[in-house]
Nanobody, 125 residues
Framework: EVQLVASGGGSVQAGGSLRLSCAVS????????IGWFRQAPGKEREGVSY????????DYADSVKGRFTISIDNAKNTVYLQMNNLKPEDTGVYYC??????????????????WGQGTQVTVFS
């Protein structure tokens, strides 16, 4: 059974940092893309970043490039999203997701098969 458990959210002042974790189980990292998505109140869910361990490829939404970094710790079966220089517009519920695909798409969140519960990130000015 595929399971994803997200953690690490919190409340931080603009310019601060947070690291989100997504503990995964039930599948082989090499076969799946792992992504982070977020949803602000009243807005549609949007893709933030993904990583593919099998190929080493990553991608980021333009709004977070240069500020967020996604990584995998294979020993811990955990995917991290390091978020630096946070802005109030980064506020939202962050979800991790997984999909067995060679061509993950951040722009089509409904195509991702497995989801963890969300973790709240609040950035205040």
């Amino acid at each position: 059974e595929v399971q994803l458990v997200a953690s690490g959210g919190g409340s931080v002042q603009a310019g601060g940092s947070l690291r989100l974790s997504c503990a995964v189980s039930g599948f082989n990292f090499d076969d799946y893309a792992i992504g982070w998505f977020r949803q602000a109140p009243g807005k549609e869910r949007e893709g933030v970043s993904y990583i593919m361990q099998g190929t080493g490829s990553t991608d980021y939404a333009d709004s977070v490039k240069g500020r967020f970094t996604i990584s995998i710790d294979n020993a811990k079966n955990t995917v991290y999203l390091q978020m630096n220089n946070l802005k109030p517009e980064d506020t939202g519920v962050y979800y991790c997701a997984a999909d067995r695909t060679r061509f993950p798409e951040l722009g089509v969140w409904v195509s991702w098969s497995y989801w963890g519960q969300g973790t709240q990130v609040t950035v205040f000015s």
